[in-house]
């Protein structure tokens, strides 16, 4: 399964960020690219224990996790997200393409430089997550919203 800690998958995704411009083509959804860097930052954001959204657990959570990190199935489109991570509610808006863009993969970066860490925040929706989960889930996640936009 690819991880975001491997250092190649990594490598690969930041080339994907890379060649995500601002008016690249949406295939689904409505955010911008730029509105889904920002999005993206926010979710590397929470995984880094910097922005905690409210817990939205379930007795589905641990299924849902399973599903949405384990399974080789391709996220759905047009899944409603956390407001708090949602562009236009209470996400971070976007200011200028190419600094959010190096924000991003310093976020990126500073997941990757904990894959040796024990203790990792809770998903909001998904509840308890380790190291692989993280790692699973940060793959997953870029790699949803780079296709949103063909790259």
Do not use: N
Request: aromatic share 8%; with cysteine.
């Amino acid at each position: 399964m690819s991880t975001l800690f491997d250092p190649s998958t990594r490598h690969a995704l930041e080339d994907r960020i890379e060649a995500l411009q601002p008016d690249s083509v949406r295939h689904w959804g409505r955010m911008s690219p730029h509105q889904a860097m920002c999005h993206l930052s926010d979710g590397f954001r929470m995984a880094l224990g910097e922005r905690m959204p409210r817990p939205r657990l379930t007795v589905m959570s641990p299924l849902l996790r399973f599903v949405a990190i384990s399974m080789p199935l391709r996220w759905p489109h047009r899944v409603k997200t956390m407001p708090e991570v949602e562009q236009g509610v209470g996400g971070t808006p976007p200011v200028e393409f190419d600094r959010d863009r190096r924000e991003l993969l310093v976020l990126i970066d500073r997941l990757c430089a904990r894959s040796g860490q024990q203790q990792w925040p809770d998903h909001p929706m998904f509840g308890s997550m380790r190291l692989a989960h993280w790692g699973r889930w940060g793959y997953r996640h870029l790699d949803h919203h780079l296709r949103q936009f063909g790259v």
